[in-house]
């Protein structure tokens, strides 16, 4: 069984740009999870896709944005980098409600 | 969700017991208590969960007072490699269809152990 994976595993971009970062979930989970956690604080969350639609989200801006696709992989996309938006960017995967799987997260510098 | 609050770090001697206190004093009845941990530069990693009862699986044990105002994890033997913040988050039970699912961490227990 192949867990959470997610890619790239480092980013630097700088301030303005926009990234995607990517998920490939668990096997036979069908819901996605996106976490932002910046340096010292727990994770916070950013959004859930189940089913290839948004199920809800935290409390980010609309520059934040994802999609999820017929295999159950997704994509986190950030526009008009800021640079609070420096963080490690966790995925997790779950089968509807059950315990969440999390990925070793993708850690984006912002210049 | 319920908020949860936790010591901000803990020590415990290699071999011993860990008890990792979290008090939720505001849990509905329709919400578990849910562990993670992180072990540092990692994703978290669930431990256990449960509602009422008393958990165990084979990496903890879950004691869940029975007002279930709060709670206490325990690593029965800890080793060094159990060095890790420790999350304590409630969470709705049910899968409502509608409404996210997502996990509400706060800043956790740093657990020490110590060789």
């Known amino acids: 069984e192949t867990g959470v994976t997610q890619s790239p595993t480092h980013l630097i971009k700088t301030r303005g740009q926009q990234v995607t970062l990517r998920c490939s979930s668990q096997?036979?989970?069908?819901?996605v999870s996106w976490y932002q956690q910046a340096l010292g604080q727990g994770p916070q969350f950013i959004f859930q896709?189940?089913?290839?639609?948004?199920?809800g989200r935290g409390n980010f801006p609309p520059r934040f944005s994802g999609l999820q696709f017929p295999n159950y992989s997704s994509e986190l996309n950030v526009n008009a980098l800021e640079l609070d938006d420096s963080a490690l960017y966790l995925c997790?995967?779950?089968?509807?409600?059950?315990?969440?799987?999390f990925g070793p997260g993708t850690r984006l510098t912002v210049l | 969700d319920a908020k949860t609050t936790q010591p901000p770090s803990m020590d415990c001697a290699e071999g011993r017991a860990a008890n990792l206190p979290c008090n939720h004093s505001?849990?509905?009845?329709?919400?578990?208590v849910y562990w993670y941990r992180q072990i540092h530069s990692q994703g978290p990693q669930y431990i256990i969960h449960?509602?009422?009862?008393?958990e165990t699986n084979e990496m903890a044990s879950l004691i869940i007072t029975e007002d279930r105002k709060s709670s206490t994890l325990i690593l029965p033997h800890a080793t060094l490699r159990d060095t890790a913040v420790y999350y304590c988050?409630?969470?709705?039970?049910?899968w409502g269809g509608g409404g996210a699912d997502g996990l509400t961490f706060g800043k956790g227990t740093h657990l020490i152990i110590q060789p």
């Open positions: 505001t849990i509905s009845g329709n919400e578990y």
């Open positions: 449960g509602l009422k009862n008393n």
């Open positions: 988050i409630v969470r709705v039970a049910s």
């Open positions: 096997s036979g989970h069908n819901t």
């Open positions: 997790a995967s779950s089968s509807e409600g059950d315990e969440q799987f």
């Open positions: 896709y189940y089913r290839e639609e948004e199920n």
